[in-house]
């Protein structure tokens, strides 16, 4: 059983940066930040491999958001910059504690889910 607690959302300005935090309770492989706006489906936002630290980022937050691990810590983070409005939305961090995944965007990879945190960025 790994535990996940997200921190670190809030309310910002159109252009402005957040940097979200997943603390986990154990060890798990892949690590992915998941985002849902309301009406819409739970997106893969990005996603870190434990070991040499491999990435993956969604299209929409390519160049604009960058996820890191700290491996004593067992945290993972998501710094957020130039944030726009359709950044919103409820923020989970998910956990595939084995090894990599077949495909990291997607919810079903992943076994623990923390409990969301809301960012909101206002025109």
């Known amino acids: 059983q790994v535990q996940l607690v997200e921190s670190g959302g809030g309310s910002v300005q159109a252009g402005g940066s957040l940097r979200l935090s997943c603390a986990a309770s154990?060890?798990?492989?892949?690590m992915c930040w998941f985002r849902q706006a309301p009406g819409k489906e739970r997106e893969g936002v990005a996603a870190?491999?434990?070991?040499?630290?491999?990435?993956h980022y969604a299209d929409s937050v390519k160049g604009r958001f960058t996820i890191s691990r700290d491996y004593a810590k067992i945290t993972v983070y998501l710094q957020m910059n130039s944030l726009k409005p359709e950044d919103t939305a409820v923020y989970y961090c998910?956990?595939?504690?084995?090894?990599?995944?077949?495909?990291?965007?997607?919810?079903?990879?992943?076994?623990?889910w923390g409990q969301g945190t809301q960012v909101t960025v206002s025109s």
């Open positions: 998910a956990a595939a504690p084995w090894g990599a995944v077949d495909d990291w965007y997607r919810a079903a990879e992943y076994r623990y």
């Open positions: 154990g060890y798990a492989y892949t």
């Open positions: 870190i491999l434990f070991g040499g630290g491999s990435t």
